[in-house]
């Protein structure tokens, strides 16, 4: 039979590297302003087609994967890199902690899709982590609708912010669609496949509207493609590990145990970007903290729970 995880919170251990990659990756994108966001899409797909083409010849997987999973291949390739497009055009249009929260809007979606594709039960404890992140979610992201149009901490131009605050939403729900489908695929595709199939179909969504919009051009001065190689590995790294992730533990899980994103976007955010977090913003990474913890100690009892009564009946 397939080997299973024998260390529990493993597949949490992965998402929370994950999340410090990906945030890393978003700091550094809201660094670059003089390159459009489908560029640096571009870049960072380029960079990790190189990085895994290496790992496909090593392990012999192919480049196409077996004929049953092509169509879930693409799927993953085709979401997850959309996801990855319009989070970086949300950075580059809102405050990255903002976008970063909004995108973890994602967790109610994937719990929908996961029960309606997947046949998860979604229990009552997931549902109160997902009323917390949720929360906390309104709570940093403050509509105007529910908090007031006086909002000081919205941008400037808001017709921008609005167009940030949807592509945000689109990516939530992209990204929540693309952890339904690696859940799907299981172990039954190498992880590096999948990396593959997204670099891949990413590199030629960006290519397509690129060419669309006219905005390729190379960075001017060295710092920009040193941060361009930088978000290349760190997107990698992100995705191995949450590949990893996914093929060990429950899809609606990763999606909670991801929006410590949040937290790393805000603590970027205040470190590098020197923005001070409001009372509301702290107020709403305190839920999504909390909504985080409780699902890992959850997750801790239950799988000790479960070797405690499999040793009692040896």
Known sequence: GKKK???????????????????????????IEDIHSVQISAFR???????VL???IYYKTGFL?????????FLRGFLGSGAMILLYYAVQSMPLADATVITFSSPAFTCIFACICLKE?????DIVFIAFTITGVILIARPPFLFGSNNNDLEEDYSQHVKGTIAAIASAICA?????????MGKSVHYLLSIWYYAVIGLIECIIALSIIGEWRLPYCGLDRWLLVLIGILGLGGQA???KALQIEKAGLVA??????????????????HHTPTWWTLGGALCIVASTAGAAVLKWYTSSKKAKEKASYR
């Open 256 to 273: 909670i145990m991801r929006t410590m994103d949040v937290v790393f976007a805000f603590i970027f955010q205040a470190l590098f970007l």
């Open 241 to 243: 590990f949450l590949v």
């Open 65 to 73: 994967g077996p004929k049953d999973q092509r169509i879930f291949l």
């Open 121 to 125: 039960k979604c229990t009552v404890w």
């Open 45 to 51: 797909c380029i960079f990790q087609m190189l990085f």
């Open 54 to 56: 290496p790992g496909l």
């Open 5 to 31: 995880c024998t260390c529990p919170g493993l597949g949490i251990f992965y998402t929370i590297l994950s999340t410090l990659f990906f945030s890393s990756s978003a700091l550094l994108v809201k660094k």
């Open 176 to 184: 929540s669609l693309t952890l339904v489908v690696l859940r799907k």
